[in-house]
Nanobody, 127 residues
Framework: QVQLVESGGGLVQAGGSLRLSCVASGRTFSSAGMAWFRQGPGKEREFVAGINWNGFNTNYADSVKGRFTISRDNAKNTVYLQMKTLKPEDTAVYYC????????????????????WGQGTQVTVSS
């Protein structure tokens, strides 16, 4: 069974930075695409960023392009989300997720493409 544990959330002023981490248990991490999703107050969960199994491909929501960077360290079973120039509209619970199908080069933006989910970490950006 895969478990994903996020950390790094918190309260930050607009324009600030945070780095989220997600540590995965189990043997599937190095073969699986990973992604970050978020759910803001009163909103549906949305795709933020994804990275394929070997780190060669990444994908970002338009709202975070140029500000967020996703990366992974397969030796540490960890995926990161570096967030810069944060805005109040980035306030949300951020979830990491592991893809259902291993060794894909493409990155799905649909939550249905992900089988395992973390419990989420709160990010609050004050204006």
């Amino acid at each position: 069974q895969v478990q994903l544990v996020e950390s790094g959330g918190g309260l930050v002023q607009a324009g600030g930075s945070l780095r989220l981490s997600c540590v995965a248990s189990g043997r599937t991490f190095s073969s699986a695409g990973m992604a970050w999703f978020r759910q803001g107050p009163g909103k549906e969960r949305e795709f933020v960023a994804g990275i394929n199994w070997n780190g060669f491909n990444t994908n970002y929501a338009d709202s975070v392009k140029g500000r967020f960077t996703i990366s992974r360290d397969n030796a540490k079973n960890t995926v990161y989300l570096q967030m810069k120039t944060l805005k109040p509209e980035d306030t949300a619970v951020y979830y990491c997720a592991e893809a259902r199908v291993p060794f894909l080069m493409v990155i799905t933006t649909s939550e249905y493409g992900y089988e395992y989910w973390g419990q989420g970490t709160q990010v609050t950006v004050s204006s």
